[in-house]
C-alpha cells in the first residue's frame, strides 16, 4: 500500500517562528502538490512541483521537491495567524492516482 | 476562488435510508471526482469520471453508488451506509484528469450515520 508519511501531525507555535513541513514516501511520484484546508472548507491547492529538485516560493513559503522525487517540503518564514490550517501533501502516480498524506494541523498563535 | 458546490453540507441518516450527495461545477471541467476524509486517515479518492464516464473506482462498497449525468454534475447516492461510512465526503473537479492539473475541492458534506 502506497502511503505519505507527514510530520509533524500537529505543530502550534507563536506568531513569527519559521517551521517546515515534511512529506516522505517510499514511492517516486509523477508530481506533487500541496493544500491547505481550513475548517468547514475543502482543500485549496498551494503549489505543484514536477521536476526532482525543484524549489518554488509563494511569498512566505518555500516547497521543495526531493531530488528521487519521492519526498517533498513546507517551509513557512515568519509564520502569521492566517496561516493556520490542514496541510496536506498529495502525490501523482499516474492519471487519476493521487495519494494523500496523513496531514498537518498548523495553529499559528498571535 | 472555487466554482465547486456541494449540497447538502451536513447529513444526518440511519443505516437504512437513502440520501444522496450532489456536487456542481461551473468551471467547463472534464474530470470530477469524489473523495472520503475521515478524521484519523488520509483523504481518499473513492470515484473519478472523466468526460462522463468512469475511469476510477478504488475499491469502495457498493453502498455507494456514483452517477454523473453530464461533465458539471456528480452525485454519490448512499443506502444502507454503516456508521463508519461517517465523514466528510468532498467532491472536485479538474480540467483533464491529468497528474498535474490543479484540483478544485467543494466544501464538502459532513455525514453522519447513526
Known amino acids: 500500500t502506497q502511503l505519505l508519511e507527514q510530520s509533524p501531525q500537529f505543530l502550534s507555535i507563536q506568531e513569527g517562528e519559521n517551521l517546515t513541513v515534511y512529506c516522505n514516501s517510499s514511492?517516486?511520484?509523477?508530481?506533487l502538490q500541496w493544500y491547505r484546508q481550513e475548517p468547514g472548507e475543502g482543500p485549496v491547492l498551494l503549489v505543484t512541483?514536477?521536476?526532482?529538485?525543484e524549489v518554488k516560493k509563494l511569498k512566505r513559503l518555500t516547497f521543495q521537491f526531493g531530488d528521487a522525487r519521492k519526498d517533498s517540503s513546507l517551509h513557512i518564514t515568519a509564520a502569521q495567524p492566517g496561516d493556520t490550517g490542514l496541510y496536506l501533501c498529495a502525490g501523482a502516480t499516474g492519471t487519476y492516482k493521487y495519494i494523500f498524506g496523513t496531514g498537518t494541523r498548523l495553529k499559528v498563535l498571535a | 476562488e472555487t466554482g465547486v458546490t456541494q449540497t447538502p453540507r451536513h447529513l444526518v441518516m440511519g443505516m437504512t435510508n437513502k440520501k444522496s450527495l450532489k456536487c456542481e461545477q461551473h468551471l467547463g471541467h472534464n474530470a470530477m471526482y469524489w473523495y472520503k476524509q475521515s478524521a484519523k486517515k488520509p483523504l481518499e479518492l473513492m470515484f473519478v469520471y472523466n468526460f462522463k464516464e468512469q475511469t476510477e473506482n478504488n475499491s469502495v462498497p457498493s453502498r455507494f453508488s456514483p452517477e454523473c449525468p453530464n461533465s458539471s454534475h456528480l452525485f454519490l447516492h448512499l443506502h444502507t451506509l454503516q456508521p463508519e461510512d461517517s465523514a466528510l465526503y468532498l467532491c472536485a473537479s479538474s480540467q483533464d484528469g491529468t497528474p498535474e492539473e490543479t484540483q478544485y475541492f467543494g466544501p464538502g458534506t459532513r455525514l453522519l450515520v447513526l
Open positions: 512541483v514536477v521536476t526532482g529538485g
Open positions: 514511492s517516486v511520484f509523477s508530481s
